[in-house]
């Protein structure tokens, strides 16, 4: 059976620095792998996902995450935070051939001003 | 805006009330989803639902009834609930049944069972 599991539940980190939120992901078949966010008060909203081809993939407002099949993960990136980017962050993965999908815990992402 | 509503977005109810969350969905999918938010916890998929068949119950109590009347709309019915329910209730749909498509989420209701 598919898992998944953020390691970091809260992550601080000032304004403009670099961020990397872990997210590593148990399967014995091919996954899709996901990140959703969710905005204070909101529900979850896609960040991007990775179905296949090329392993590195963008969103719209500069977070990427890379498919490390060898390592299990898919760890989500931003080179520079801004105070907009404070909500919280699933990583969730689905098994080919198997429509449900698995969210991990969640990681807090917190910017210092 | 997600395409996705919810209502109400708060509730509070004691434990011998009967209470229902609607969730509509404008998106024209054919998926709908009910899902439970609690602290600290992954999200917990409770019932799947695809072109109005439930597919999917994931051991969920029977004080949880879920009602899909068409494509675009969910229900989820309430009556005597225990504390340990309080949690946010997420709805949510997708184009199909499918593990690589988008879900698209409403806002949640928050309930409180006191």
């Known amino acids: 059976a598919q898992s998944v599991t953020q390691l970091d539940s809260q992550v601080p980190v000032f304004e403009e620095a670099p961020v990397e939120l872990r997210c590593n992901y148990s399967s014995s078949v091919s996954v899709y792998l996901f990140w959703y966010v969710q905005y204070p008060n909101q529900g979850l909203q896609l960040l991007l996902k990775?179905?296949?081809?090329?392993?590195l993939v963008e969103s719209i407002n500069g977070f990427e995450a890379e498919f490390n099949k060898s390592q299990t993960s898919f760890h989500l990136r931003k080179p520079s935070v801004h105070i907009s980017d404070t909500a919280e962050y699933f990583c969730?993965?689905?098994?080919?051939?198997?429509?449900?999908?698995?969210f991990g815990t969640g990681t807090r992402l917190t910017i210092i001003p | 805006e997600t395409g996705v509503t919810q209502t109400p977005r708060h509730l509070v109810m004691g434990m011998t009330n009967k209470k229902s969350l609607k969730c509509e969905q404008h998106?024209?999918?054919?998926?709908m989803y009910w899902y439970k938010q609690s602290a600290k916890k992954p999200l917990e998929l409770m019932f799947v639902?695809?072109?109005?068949?439930?597919?999917e119950n994931n051991s969920v109590p029977s004080r949880f009834s879920p009602e899909c009347p068409n494509s675009s709309h969910l229900f989820l019915h309430l009556h005597t609930l225990q504390p340990e329910d309080s949690a946010l209730y997420l709805c949510a749909s997708s184009q199909d049944l499918a593990g690589e498509e988008t879900q698209y989420f409403g806002p949640g209701t928050r309930l409180l069972v006191l």
């Open positions: 969730a993965v689905s098994e080919t051939g198997n429509e449900k999908l698995t």
């Open positions: 998106l024209g999918h054919n998926a």
């Open positions: 990775y179905l296949s081809g090329s392993t």
């Open positions: 639902y695809s072109l109005e068949e439930r597919v």
